[in-house]
């Protein structure tokens, strides 16, 4: 027991870089595969909230201008989803690591100022960029679909009430929106936390041994010829995460279906998907 | 190989350029292509059928043969399928090697899981040492297949679950009304009619496992990321085709390769959901019915 707690103290934050420097090479217990494998999750729960932070806005812009009547504002919104929706997730990593490196190494001259831009091809960086562009893509489709399923008589009476222009967006369109696009958007959640297991797999290398769950899950089943202790481990560390994910997403459904009376709310329901 | 092609490094411009895209390397990638169109071929039908016993199975009326297609269509759920991609072909090599080593390794061999490795006698491994390359390439591809089938045939029994539920419960009391057998309303109303549920979630399936086909490569298949790194790489002077870092332009060709496909099969498959839909009592059929009035 003691000497779990060491490891958990050696290795607990080993994925950033914290603690022992050596990865364990022989007599694996299944402490240390717990806590290596708990500590690579630290970078899928960074990746996973980060990019769903940050593309839950963009997903708006886009399902917005996705609606636009002006092509130029359309088009472009149409593209950027069929092209991050329609291509494997690994190909946009590989690609975007590729064009990443292409940048110059010394860094880019902006108005004087030397701009630094080695840090993008770091997988903390790059393949945030990537997955908060791939999120909002899939998020902007579910809003938009949302968008265009709001009742028309929810609309006729923010008309009949002299509610218009931004008003009538920020008032009606956009909660009803939200509330008819939580479901999915839970879902879409779930299945960006379960892809950033692919960050590691795909263009952007480890740096020194810091990787994610699958990482280190990976290393353990190279190294002791036994898949059968390593990979339940993640798949126990996931399905904690997407419980998680699913009480919070909860919490705020039952928050945006307050005003409906009890047999109308939507409910939440976990639908399988695959990695994209 | 093209007779201008013989001496590569006193060509240029166009020329060149066609002999590049013509090199027996080039050949090899552009044949990988059809390594994945056959990998969706062959997986789409197997994990169809999976989906279906599972499905069957999740609806059966034995207890232990519906928690295992419960077990199976809830394997799915909350775990990321890379983790199955990893953990299946390991398992499935080991366990193929292990009942191998059962059968034709001599009495009295050691247990295969020795502290740190897993080792089998000589006669017992898959392929075997002395097989060709083709060989390797072929058990790896036939691993690849059996882990898609397995994982995407949970998803399908998700979705063909949800569809058998779906059929609205009159119909299948009607047919039980005309004196149908359990199996007879199963084979003649419950199934056909189940399609038209299914085929939504099938679809997008069908668009998950395009974009799940580069995992191949993580699979160890020498399949078109492998190609499009190894072609695109740095080629110094040693190379026959010397070029700079083109992995970029071999990406973004793989990337136009999906979209084409995922396109594509948008298009075709949006022509069937019209086609099922005929004469359906859904808001699809009834919309196609006011239509034609």
Redesign the interface.
Known sequence: MNSCLQTIQDYGLRSIGIGENLLPK?DFTLCQQFTLIGSGLIWNVYFGALALVAGFFLANAIALAKTARNPWIRKPAEWFV??F????????F??AY??L??LPRSGIEVLGITVQTSWLTKAWAGALIVLFLNTAAYSAEIFHGALRSIPKGDLEAADAYGISGWQKFRRIQWPTMLRLAWPSYTNEA?FLL??T??VF?SGFPAFRQQGDA?YY??YF?D??????IP?PI??FY??LV??VVIYGFGAVNRRLNRHLPQNMRAKIR??????? | MLAACADPKGIEGLTWLTCYLTSGKHLDFYWSFGTVLLLLLVTAPSALLMGFGGAMAARSQIAPLRWIGKGYTAM????????YF??FV??LD?GIEYVKNLMVCPAGSAWP?QG???RVCQEAKVPLASASQFAYQAYGFFLAVITFAI??G??VA?VIYGAMQAVPRAQLETGEAYGMSHRQVFRRILVPQMWVYALPGLS??WM?L??????L??LGVKDI?YY??EL?GTKTQAYDFPHA?W??YY??G??VF??LM??GSEILLGRVAAKLSKGQATAAGEAMRKAAI
């Open positions: 022989t069929f092209v929706r329609g291509s494997p997730l690994f190909i946009q590989f690609l590729e064009l490196v292409l779930i379960q892809s297991t692919l797999f699958l899950a990976n089943a190294k002791t010829f036994n898949p059968f990979y993640v798949a996931f399905i997407t419980l976990l639908r399988p998907q695959v990695i994209r | 799915v759920r909350g775990v990321p399928d890379i983790v990893l953990f390991i398992a080991q899981w740190l490795e897993f994982v995407f949970a998803f998700n997008n399936l998950i395009i974009k799940a086909t580069p995992l490569f993580l990321v499009a790194r695109g870092d992995r970029l990406f973004l793989l990337l999906y979209l995922t396109r």
